[in-house]
C-alpha cells in the first residue's frame, strides 16, 4: 500500500460573521493516495471550497492537522506554504484564471516563470503541456478566441506545468456543458497517468462522479457515509 499523499486529520474550521461563529468544517477526515481523483461532492455551501482551500495550504484549520507528504500545513507559516504550494501543487478554477491578453502559450509559460523554472525548459515543457490538453493547434490563441472547454484545457496546461504531485479544482465543470465536461475528466485521467499526479475536485455534477476513484460526500461541513 502507498502512503496517502495528504491526510486531514479532525479538521474544523469556523469564521467570524457579524459577530457570530459560523462553523464551516466539522471534525473532517480524510486522506489522498497517490494517483487517485478524488471528488468533494456537495450543495452549494456545504464547505467543500473551504476544505479545498485548506488542503491546498491557502487558509489554515481552527483546530485539527494537515498533513501534505512530509508538511505539517496547519503548523507551516504562510510563507513555508506559499513555497510548498509554487513547487507541488496546481490549481484549477471554475473561472478558468486565465490572462486574457495573453495566449494559451503565455499563459502557461507565465506559470513556469512564477515556479521559478528555469527559461531553458519552458518551451518543449509548454509545448508538451498544451499537446497534452489537446490544445496543439490552438496554441497562440488568446483567451477570447477559445472557447469554454478549450479555455479550460489551458487553465490545466497551466496547473501542470511545473510538475506539481496534487491538482486541486474548485467546480471545474461548472460552466462547461455536460459532453465538454466529460471532455474534460478525460484530459484529468490521461494526465493523471502521463504526468503522475493526483487530482483532487470539488463538484455538485452528478455526471461526472463515477469517473471518480473516490468520492466524498459533504453535508453542513461534515461529511456523510
Given amino acids: ?23 464551516v468544517l466539522k471534525g473532517i477526515e480524510m486522506e489522498l493516495k497517490p494517483l487517485q481523483l478524488v471528488m468533494l461532492k456537495g450543495r452549494s455551501g456545504s464547505g467543500k471550497t473551504t476544505l479545498l482551500n485548506l488542503i491546498g495550504g491557502l487558509d489554515q484549520p481552527n483546530e485539527g492537522e494537515i498533513r501534505f507528504q512530509e508538511h505539517a500545513f496547519h503548523l507551516s507559516s504562510d510563507d513555508e506554504r506559499t513555497l510548498i504550494r509554487r513547487k507541488e501543487i496546481g ?9 486574457p491578453l495573453l495566449s494559451a502559450w503565455e499563459n502557461v509559460e507565465l506559470a513556469l516563470r512564477m515556479a521559478g523554472i528555469p527559461r531553458s525548459e519552458w518551451k518543449a515543457r509548454v509545448k508538451h503541456c498544451l499537446e497534452l490538453v489537446g490544445l496543439g493547434k490552438r496554441m497562440h490563441h488568446r483567451p477570447f478566441e477559445l472557447s469554454g472547454g478549450e479555455q479550460q484545457r489551458v487553465a490545466i496546461a497551466k496547473a501542470i ?8 479544482a474548485d467546480e471545474p465543470t461548472a460552466e462547461l456543458d455536460s459532453q465538454m465536461g466529460a471532455q ?8 493523471m497517468k502521463t504526468e503522475q499526479i493526483t487530482i483532487c475536485m470539488t463538484t455538485h455534477d452528478p455526471t ?3 469517473v471518480a476513484d473516490h468520492v466524498y460526500e459533504m453535508v453542513d461541513g461534515k461529511f456523510v457515509s
Fill in 1 to 23: 500500500m502507498k502512503s496517502p499523499l495528504l491526510t486531514v486529520s479532525g479538521v474544523h474550521r469556523s469564521f467570524q460573521v457579524g459577530g457570530q461563529r459560523l462553523d
Fill in 91 to 99: 490549481f484549477i478554477f471554475q473561472s478558468f484564471a486565465l490572462m
Fill in 161 to 168: 506545468a511545473h510538475r506539481p504531485s496534487l491538482i486541486l
Fill in 184 to 191: 474534460i475528466m478525460s484530459v484529468f485521467r490521461s494526465i
Fill in 208 to 210: 461526472i462522479l463515477e
